[in-house]
């Protein structure tokens, strides 16, 4: 309990109890003269003064009364703090806002309660438009803004894969096959500087795939947002010197729109992991609760400064955090030097 808040309650009732018995007092003794003011301050009970239990008096009761008052406030703003909460965390369905609460201790608080619930169906209204806004195509001439983009981004897939992915798989080749006919012994400068060239061309190659899963992802048509996602991780998986794993559930239903937004923002997530975090094991996870989709991405890789990454206005990071937002959702990064947990909520409004 605040002791700031009891001892102004607690001063308050005292306050008023020792008024009522200054009135009562003066009313016996100025009005009713039924006893003189020497007489009523020196008389006892069991010895005591009788001003000294009533005194004795005023402190427990005021103490009791301040307690119990300050427990039902307490009480009833927790609940309205927790309410409060849930609503920033855009968990809209939380068993909070369902769940009958106890009698309230004025009717202040039962005006905040109905404010707040009428709060949350406008938010979840608020989410719901914002995800049909956003799940809705933008048209462009007689083609959407999305098929425009996707397009060029074949195109320039289609060109890095025919002409510089070959180049660099062929160049691969080439130096594994020096690499075993250079003898470490008699040319160990060379043994070594193949083996440095044949690292450059691997990082390069890992580079290569990142690029072309960014500009050339896997199309959702036909296929769920878990089944899309699991197609990219088993497509990489033994292909880049990262260890996979994902636990997806297959019962997530989502609007078409909405799948398509996290389904881009998981293949950004993947692509920066691949360029950027040098990370030995990459995991993600797809889970619903009864109120939102989460969608979780885990590295073990360098890390970045979050922070800093996001004041220079970096392009991936800008690009997910507008598509969460998009959808009414909210994205947040952990990372330092033992890698990155990228963590997604998208409530669920229907």
């Known amino acids: 309990m605040s002791m700031r808040r009891w001892f102004q309650l607690f001063a308050f009732n005292f306050i008023q109890l020792l008024l009522s018995a200054l009135v009562i007092m003066s009313v016996v003794v100025e009005r009713l003269k039924l006893i003189g003011w020497r007489d009523l301050l020196s008389y006892q009970f069991l010895r005591v003064p009788l001003y000294t239990w009533l005194i004795a008096f005023m402190i427990v009761t005021s103490s009791i009364v301040a307690s119990v008052i300050l427990y039902f406030i307490e009480r009833d703003f927790g609940y ?52 049909e806004l956003s799940a809705a195509p933008t048209f462009i001439g ?43 012994e008699e040319y160990p400068a060379l043994k070594q500087q193949i083996v440095q060239i044949e690292d450059i061309i691997n990082s390069a190659q890992t580079e290569m795939r990142a690029l072309l899963l960014h ?90 400064d979050v922070t800093s990454v996001r004041q220079s206005g970096n392009y991936g990071l800008t690009n997910m955090k507008e598509r969460v937002s ?3 959702g909210t994205l947040k990064i952990n990372s330092n030097d033992q890698g990155t947990v990228i963590t997604i909520n998208i409530p669920i409004t229907t």
Not at 143 to 155: A, G, M, P, Y
Not at 158 to 180: G, I, K, W
Not at 278 to 302: C, M, P
Request: hydrophobic residues 40%.
């Open 215 to 304: 500009l050339r992802p896997v199309e959702l048509k036909n296929r769920s947002l878990s089944e899309g996602i699991e197609n990219i991780l088993t497509e990489l998986n033994g292909k880049v010197a990262v260890d996979v794993h994902w636990h997806l559930d297959s019962s997530i239903e989502l609007e078409s729109g909405i799948e398509d937004h996290l389904f881009r923002v998981t293949q950004e997530a993947i692509a920066n992991t691949l360029r950027h975090a040098n990370a030995k094991r990459l995991e993600v996870f797809l889970t619903q609760s009864s109120d939102q989709v989460q969608l979780k991405i885990i590295d073990d890789g360098n890390g970045f």
């Open 80 to 131: 309205l703090r927790a309410k409060i909460n849930w609503l920033l965390l855009n968990k809209y369905g939380h068993h909070i806002f369902k769940k009958s609460q106890p009698t309230s201790y004025s009717r202040h608080t039962d005006a905040l309660n109905t404010e707040i619930e009428l709060l949350r169906q406008k938010m979840m209204e608020m989410s719901k438009d914002l995800q």
């Open 142 to 184: 007689e083609d959407t803004k999305d098929e425009i983009i996707q397009t060029e981004r074949l195109r320039i897939a289609r060109e890095l894969h025919d002409s510089v992915s070959q180049e660099l798989f062929a160049a691969t080749m080439l130096m594994s096959t020096m690499n075993t006919m250079v003898s470490e």
């Open 326 to 328: 998009n959808l009414g």
